[in-house]
């Protein structure tokens, strides 16, 4: 019985912000160890018996992220699965569902969010093991965590008759939406109910017979997006229009809720969905005033605190219970128990059209990144890393010049029909409308700096001729 992963890597995680941005999502980020969420999920799946390689469903824009913290972590993704727009789970897992059935008439789908944390991988397995024996009887499963107080941030399923058959299974009662204090406070003393996990396991033949009967149009969609579909260097394009048309739904709504054929595994697995600032605060390691800390910090009388320096010193003195998180372009303060309203700071900057909530200064590529150090009018400066045997695009813009100072490294550039390289402390100037390129020949990371002189200095304004990475 072969089981293929399937980590699904969509979502914004806006209740983390101003760490968790748009182009920089939670599951990308090193939030509770050095490594990504992305990155701890898969490693978790490492070394498994008769457990695939990974499937990574994931965003247009997080693609070459996704892949580069895959190769950083030593792991060869069967397939990454792009969404040219999300559609919440059920679509996403249907698209799964179809990839794998091209590959596998009998595979098994272990369904898992790329943001959560699990810190008791065993047991994480022997539920995994008991689930899968209902699974190839034809159940759908889903993974109830053991709850450990009354959470009012999470879904609860009620779990029924203990399943004679299948050790460790239940009938689903019912699934409830996220209750209020009192009512999660009553879960708790009458026994019987779990959070509902996001996590799965299915035959992707079984998930998709139930998914055209109970919703044959994101069914449609998704067989035909996947259908359509094609590659793109390493990735597996889902097709646009198909997917575009297809319903947005979570796999509850859609197929759990309905189907005859769920059951719940209860899972004591030490599980968080880290879905705000204090949920974060609860998984981490804290000193003995119960802070957590990160980054260049001094605290003094401070007790049962979160605190992020990421760019520069952050001082707290005689204060508890707070959150504190600085980026190079924002600082979040709440009080432990008003990080929820996170999402609103998000909707305001949203609203008030800003970019806090889209990226950070330092914005990747897939070449490598680049980061804003000064701008006002008609000027900005930039640091520009390249790593070691990539290049931009060549290109051009209508509205600005640029001139680059080489820090470190070794720099080939492209200007119109001369290319020349350059050393450190050498330089070259771009004029407007001219085409151009930069390449990083050498071995070691190319820094350079890039001052842009003109009218407008937007990153809309480029046109590409020619594209290692086959973007638009």
């Given at each position: 019985m072969k089981i293929y992963p399937v980590i699904l890597s969509g979502g914004a995680g806006t209740r983390l912000w101003p760490l968790s941005r748009a182009v920089l999502p939670k599951?990308?980020?090193?939030?509770?160890?050095?490594?990504?969420?992305?990155?701890?999920?898969?490693?978790?799946?490492?070394?498994?018996?008769?457990?695939?390689?990974?499937?990574?469903?994931?965003?247009?824009?997080?693609?070459?992220?996704?892949?580069?913290?895959?190769?950083?972590?030593?792991?060869?993704?069967?397939?990454?699965?792009?969404?040219?727009?999300?559609?919440?789970?059920?679509?996403?897992?249907?698209?799964?569902?179809?990839?794998?059935?091209?590959?596998?008439?009998?595979?098994?789908?272990?369904?898992?969010?790329?943001?959560?944390?699990?810190?008791?991988?065993?047991?994480?397995?022997?539920?995994?093991?008991?689930?899968s024996v209902a699974v190839a009887e034809g159940a759908l499963a889903t993974f109830g965590i053991v709850p450990t107080g009354p959470e009012t941030g999470f879904g609860y399923i009620l779990g029924g008759a203990a399943m004679a058959t299948f050790?460790?299974?239940?009938?689903?009662?019912?699934?409830?939406?996220?209750?209020?204090?009192?009512?999660?406070?009553?879960?708790?003393?009458?026994?019987?109910?779990?959070?509902?996990?996001?996590?799965?396991?299915?035959?992707?033949?079984?998930?998709?017979?139930?998914?055209?009967?109970?919703?044959?149009?994101?069914?449609?969609?998704?067989?035909?997006?996947?259908r359509l579909g094609y590659r793109d260097l390493d990735f597996c394009r889902l097709d646009e229009a198909s997917f575009a048309g297809c319903p947005s739904e979570s796999i509850d709504y859609a197929v759990m809720e309905h189907t005859a054929r769920a059951v719940v595994v209860p899972a004591d697995i030490g599980w968080s969905d880290v879905g705000s600032w204090a949920a974060l605060?609860?998984?981490?390691?804290?000193?003995?005033?119960?802070?957590?800390?990160?980054?260049?910090?001094?605290?003094?009388?401070?007790?049962?605190?979160?605190?992020?320096?990421?760019?520069?010193?952050?001082?707290?003195?005689?204060?508890?219970?707070?959150?504190?998180?600085?980026?190079?372009?924002?600082?979040?303060v709440a009080h432990k128990s008003q990080v929820q309203r996170v999402k609103q700071i998000v909707d305001h900057l949203k609203a008030k059209e800003r970019t806090e909530h889209v990226h950070h200064t330092r914005v990747y590529r897939p070449w490598g990144y680049y980061e804003g150090i000064d701008a006002g009018d008609r000027f900005q400066v930039k640091r520009i890393t390249v790593n070691p045997g990539e290049k931009l695009s060549l290109q051009m813009h209508h509205h600005r010049a640029e001139h680059w100072v080489v820090v470190r490294g070794t720099a080939r550039v492209t200007c119109g029909d001369k290319v020349c390289l350059l050393s450190e402390n050498e330089s070259t100037y771009i004029p407007i409308g001219m085409s151009h390129r930069l390449e990083n020949p050498g071995k070691v990371a190319l820094h350079i700096i890039e001052v842009q002189s003109g009218s407008y200095l937007g990153e809309d304004d480029i046109v590409r001729f020619e594209d290692a990475y086959q973007r638009a």
């Open positions: 599951q990308l980020l090193p939030l509770v160890t050095d490594n990504s969420m992305l990155q701890e999920t898969a490693l978790r799946l490492a070394g498994w018996p008769g457990l695939m390689p990974p499937l990574v469903v994931c965003g247009n824009e997080h693609r070459f992220m996704v892949a580069e913290q895959m190769r950083e972590v030593g792991i060869v993704p069967l397939a990454i699965v792009l969404e040219p727009a999300g559609r919440n789970t059920a679509p996403a897992v249907a698209a799964a569902a179809n990839f794998l059935l091209a590959l596998d008439p009998q595979a098994i789908m272990l369904v898992l969010p790329a943001d959560h944390v699990v810190t008791d991988p065993a047991a994480f397995r022997a539920v995994v093991a008991l689930a050790e460790g299974c239940f009938e689903v009662a019912r699934f409830v939406e996220k209750p209020d204090r009192a009512t999660a406070e009553g879960f708790l003393a009458a026994g019987g109910y779990c959070w509902n996990s996001g996590m799965f396991m299915f035959r992707a033949e079984r998930y998709l017979s139930e998914l055209a009967i109970l919703r044959p149009a994101i069914h449609g969609a998704a067989e035909a997006a996947v605060w609860e998984v981490l390691p804290r000193d003995g005033a119960g802070n957590c800390q990160r980054g260049d910090v001094y605290l003094d009388g401070v007790r049962d605190s979160l605190v992020r320096a990421e760019s520069r010193i952050v001082a707290m003195v005689g204060v508890r219970d707070l959150v504190v998180v600085e980026t190079r372009d924002a600082v979040l």
